[in-house]
């Protein structure tokens, strides 16, 4: 389990700088040269925001700083004929086998719990389905053409990160604790049992506390697929179940006085 990375005011300065000199480097390319399929500028703020973890934050810093080498800005062609720039698609395939290795583990793991009898044909959920739409995808990249080349390129350049299950786990625990805030105030027991789990401060045992919960693993019900990084489908349906069923569920006091013991 990875933990949330301690930003230090030198990992803010170095990356504030590395995002500065990439983007100074294209727009001079681009002014004194015309070269017109370099990547996108980034804003620093939006590439910060994004880092959740230490390892991240290395993989992001290194990628900048390797474009300010000479022959960066190269023009590589792929097989299809799209063209781009040597550090762009050197950075895609890096992402690309991080997203590849993370979506075969994956499939692997949904492989293990399907239902007994099933080897030959095994049922699929909507999540295994997709990650094997995604994974195809991806791997015929180099084939791809035009608009579905940047689709498949961007996709790749947005989940290819090492961070994703806490990029995933952040948000999970930001927008559960959120809507429990608003129902807590109505039952004790209840308030108790947020006051626990709002102290698991990182959010991927946040997440797996949930996951591992006889009790309250029906809250993965709201959470949507995770390559959207999920969105409960609707706050006012979330409360009336956390209402009238979860705290109806017999394990339920059981679970609160586990938690909430010292």
Not at 72 to 101: F, H
Not at 123 to 136: G, I, N, P, S, V
């Amino acid at each position: 389990m990875d933990t949330p990375i301690r930003w230090s005011e030198k990992d803010y300065s170095n990356l504030k700088k590395a995002v500065s000199d990439f983007n100074k480097k294209i727009r001079k390319l681009e002014k004194e040269e015309g070269l017109l399929y370099l990547p996108d500028t980034k804003l620093y703020s939006e590439t910060r925001d994004k880092i959740t973890t230490r390892k991240e934050y290395n993989r992001q810093l290194k990628a900048l700083q390797d474009f300010m080498k000479a022959g960066a800005e190269d023009l590589v062609l792929t097989k299809a004929g799209e063209g781009l720039s040597k550090w762009e698609w050197q950075q895609t395939m890096n992402q690309k086998r991080i997203l590849e290795n993370r979506l075969t583990k994956e499939l692997a793991a949904l492989d293990k719990i399907r239902p007994a009898g099933y080897r030959e044909f095994r049922l699929k959920t909507d999540r295994q389905a997709e990650a094997e739409d995604t994974l195809e995808s991806i791997q015929k990249i180099n084939k791809l053409k035009g608009a579905e080349f940047e689709r498949v390129k961007n996709r790749v350049q947005n989940l290819g990160v090492t961070d994703f299950n806490m990029r995933k786990a952040t948000i999970y625990r930001e927008n559960l604790l959120k809507e429990l805030r608003n129902i807590k105030n109505n039952n004790t027991e209840f308030r108790e049992l947020y006051d626990k789990l709002s102290s698991i401060t990182n959010p991927e045992a946040f997440y797996d506390e949930i996951k591992n919960s006889d009790v309250l693993f029906d809250f993965f019900k709201w959470y949507k697929n995770p390559l959207d990084y999920g969105n409960f489908e609707d706050y006012s349906d979330f409360a009336e179940y956390i209402n009238n069923e979860l705290m109806q569920n017999e394990n339920f006091e059981d679970y609160v006085e586990f938690m909430t013991e010292e």
